[in-house]
């Protein structure tokens, strides 16, 4: 039976984002003044951690975080959000995650440097304490150790727990054939062209580049986030294409992440993939309109909300 309050276990990374706006990114060796700064929780695990809280799931966070102050504050907004942090292990020998991030204000989109840190120790031993949980399903991304991914595919393989892999950040290397099978493998255009080599660019060009990405990874279901192209799924046989929602752009940072979490947010609450995609879609879609990652997060209020004024039939 699929739980009505999916637990979800999401081993992955969390990072403090130090988010920098300014009115146009500068050029090599240029300096351009910025209009703003701030200090926020990031990381792509967290980001989805606390998405899972908002639309309605348990969420229990794995991920390492140093002994320093960004860490203690992380751990402390992760509680507050509701997340269960039990499994959130404190690192003394390197700083807590660190993202720059540089926003365009004029078109909403970023740049980000991400400097792992504590992340970078995230280990299997700690993955397998972590599945002391319980969880119904797990959401792994690639901001943690290869071996901490591949150990918590094996973990829930052995259990029978589906894994849903938000496959970013992508490297032309990463080991894809040493993961056990996933329910739902989901990168966005970019990582897609990373892992195939192939560039979807059009209908034709993303179905060879799913294609040839199913023959790298196995997976019941995959699901390729293209902006504003809107989202490309593939199961082996068919494909659809579900279109982008007309909104205003603000700020894409964490979009993919929130998505995701969306995405198995509602998988695991009613067992429908195309239904899940579409509730993904609105999620990402709402969260581009607001600025920041955390201040981003839709609620299922605002989902609900968004559905209703647009007349949208899941």
Known sequence: MIPKKPRILVVSSAN????????????????????????????????????????????IFCARVGADSNGQRLRTI??????????????R????GLASVIVDNKTGQNQIIVFPGANSYLSPVDVEEAFTSLPDCVLL????PDKAVIAATEYAAEKGIPVIIDAGPARADYPLNKLYPCEIFSPNETELETYTGIAPKNTESCLR????L????????????????GVFYYDGKYYNIIP???VDVVDTTAAGDIFTAALAAEYMRTGDIMRAVRYANIAG???????????????ERDIAEFIENRGIKL
């Open 141 to 144: 991304q690639f901001e943690i």
């Open 209 to 212: 580049a799913a294609i040839r």
């Open 244 to 246: 982008a929602h007309d």
């Open 78 to 91: 992760y509680r507050e959000a509701g997340i269960d942090s039990r499994f959130i292990f404190m690192e």
């Open 285 to 299: 879609a709402i969260s581009v309109t607001r600025a920041g990652a955390l201040n981003s997060v839709p609620t």
């Open 93 to 96: 020998k390197a700083p807590t």
């Open 214 to 229: 199913a023959s790298m990874v196995e997976a019941k279901y995959y699901v390729i986030k293209m902006g504003s192209r």
């Open 16 to 59: 403090m984002d130090f988010i920098q706006h300014t009115d146009r990114a500068p050029y090599p060796g240029e300096t351009v003044m910025g209009t703003s700064y701030d200090y926020l929780p990031g990381g792509k695990g967290a980001n989805s951690a606390i998405a899972l809280t908002f639309l309605g799931a348990e969420c």
